[in-house]
């Protein structure tokens, strides 16, 4: 059984803002994923954690969705913060002046439910060596479309989709060099099997030539559904970081998740190195309240 007094997290969002490091995550540990709200995690060296709470909640903050608060993804772009979010099947996207909020909604889904191909969840977000960016979101149906100057909105007449036997959700892009990499979750994240796969192609919505698997369980060392990403190039360096889920250990399971870095190797040939879990999941302090002076 997994542990009561454990924080459960999982679908990690990977970032760095001003020389500090942010993890956006699914706060987990709930009946069907039924968590109604968003945290944030800080870091300046990426070992020692800190909660920083809550930043955005559904059905206060967000008014027109109350349920379903999942795998966030975050991005800054001149000086502002954006927070993109699943709700109930819709994606959603909140600004704000810092990474830790407050964050302001939108006033609507930015893709809504049904309006493309697959469930409308999970988005990532990918800005190319132009400036421009794109949300990246789907489950059953990989989808992406280049999002508006402000950020608030995609261009729907630009929106790629793509399906595989292998994709089930968790699409993320980035580039390195002149080659761009598609990575997603393959299973269901409840299955120890959930694993991460890859693809290389010559530009943002591909053509996308399979590359194999990246990240996978290892149940010797109890280590299972190692999933739903997101890559991180370390600012000012070649480096690259892998942050992912998987089964808390002990007693984890797919609502019970907890939160690994990992590095990522790009290879000459242009391949990705598999990566090989660590045994440590990261931990954090939760940040306390600011004292209140007169």
């Given at each position: ?45 990426l070992r020692s954690w800190r909660d920083e ?185 070649d480096d690259w970081l892998i942050a992912y ?50």
């Amino acid at each position: 059984m997994a542990d009561p007094s454990h924080q459960y997290f999982a679908d990690p969002a990977l970032v760095a803002f001003a020389g500090k490091y942010y993890i956006y995550p699914t706060t987990d540990g709930s009946p069907d994923w039924s968590s109604t709200e968003f945290r944030v995690l800080s870091s300046n060296d990426l070992r020692s954690w800190r909660d920083e709470g809550t930043v955005l909640r559904l059905g206060t903050d967000v008014p027109w969705a109350d349920r379903f608060a999942w795998a966030p993804a975050a991005a800054e772009k001149n000086g502002v913060h954006y927070l993109y979010f699943t709700a109930d099947d819709n994606i959603g996207v909140a600004y704000g002046a810092s990474p830790t909020g407050p964050f302001i909604d939108s006033g609507q889904p930015i893709v809504a439910r049904d309006a493309h191909a697959g469930r409308a969840i999970d988005p990532s977000v990918f800005t190319d060596d132009d400036g421009t960016s794109y949300l990246v979101w789907g489950n059953g149906v990989a989808n992406i479309a280049r999002l508006d100057d402000d950020m608030l909105g995609i261009d729907d007449s630009s929106v790629v989709s793509w399906e595989d036997p292998t994709f089930r959700e968790a699409a993320h892009i980035h580039r390195h060099g002149d080659r761009y990499y598609l990575t997603w979750s393959e299973n269901d994240t409840r299955d120890p099997e959930y694993r991460v796969r890859w693809a290389v192609g010559p530009g943002p919505t591909g053509p996308w030539q399979h590359g194999g698997v990246l990240l996978e369980q290892r149940p010797d060392r109890g280590i299972l559904a190692t999933g739903h990403h997101s890559l991180l190039r370390v600012p000012g360096t070649d480096d690259w970081l892998i942050a992912y889920h998987r089964f808390a250990r002990p007693g984890g399971d797919g609502t019970h998740r907890e939160l690994v870095i990992d590095p990522l190797h790009h290879l000459e040939d242009g391949s990705l190195l598999p990566v090989e879990p660590s045994e440590p999941a990261i931990s954090f302090t939760t940040a306390q309240p600011e004292p209140i002076t007169s």
